[in-house]
């Protein structure tokens, strides 16, 4: 079992660009949850995704979207980038399916915004 | 969420045990974490908590809660080198999905 996988592991971007990010939940996981988390700080739940459709979302500007698609994989997509969103982004993984109550993280993209 | 309470730093002899405290804000939050954090990792979760409970022991480590206080404590034994690391407490913001507020961590510094 591979566990939560992200991609790319590192990124570079200009200011007022777009990025996506890729997360692979574990196997047998249906639910993906998103999480920025700043240099010196603990992460911050972005939103969450269950049967490709956003169920919950924390006090994130629009710019800031996902996706999920049949195969429980996310993309999380920030548009017009700001220095600010310089940051470690974290994928989480859960199983609502099955109510189980643990979730378990990726290794994290470090997005660097310059 | 509201601010998960967390101090920042704690230095302890390898062979000790360490103690790191947590208060957090939600009353009604279901689930209590505690994560690992090395440096350039992401997060390992270690143990956790269900709300009705007061203790939860797993082999090196002890998680107490005080509902009432809003405390939560997590108790390292035998503290070792490899526990060198970034801890961090968070609270479960609902019933259903997994959406979760954590505190800023606490950086755990083993010595020898």
């Known amino acids: 079992d591979a566990g939560v996988t992200q991609s790319p592991t590192h990124l570079i971007k200009t200011r007022g660009q777009q990025v996506t990010l890729r997360c692979s939940p574990k196997?047998?996981?249906?639910?993906v949850s998103w999480y920025q988390q700043a240099l010196g700080q603990g992460p911050q739940f972005i939103f969450q995704y269950y049967e490709e459709e956003e169920r919950q979302r924390g006090n994130f500007p629009d710019r800031f979207s996902g996706h999920q698609f049949p195969n429980y994989s996310s993309e999380l997509n920030v548009n017009a980038l700001l220095l600010g969103d310089s940051a470690l982004y974290l994928c989480a993984s859960s199983s609502r399916d099955r109510g189980d109550t643990e979730a378990f993280f990726g290794q994290g993209t470090r997005l660097t915004v310059v | 969420g509201e601010d998960v309470e967390q101090s920042l730093f704690l230095s302890v002899r390898e062979g000790d045990s360490s103690v790191i405290n947590c208060t957090y804000t939600?009353?009604?939050?279901?689930?209590l974490y505690w994560y690992k954090q090395e440096p350039g990792a992401g997060l390992q979760l270690l143990t956790y908590i269900f709300s009705n409970m007061d203790m939860k022991q797993d082999q090196r480590l002890t998680v107490l809660l005080n509902k009432k206080d809003k405390h939560l404590s997590l108790r390292i034994a035998d503290t070792q080198t490899g526990d060198s690391a970034i801890y961090f407490c968070?609270?479960?913001?609902?019933?259903?999905?997994?959406?979760?507020?954590f505190g800023k961590g606490t950086s755990l510094l083993v010595t020898p």
């Open positions: 968070a609270e479960s913001m609902s019933d259903s999905g997994y959406a979760l507020n």
């Open positions: 196997s047998g996981h249906d639910t």
């Open positions: 939600d009353s009604s939050s279901t689930y």
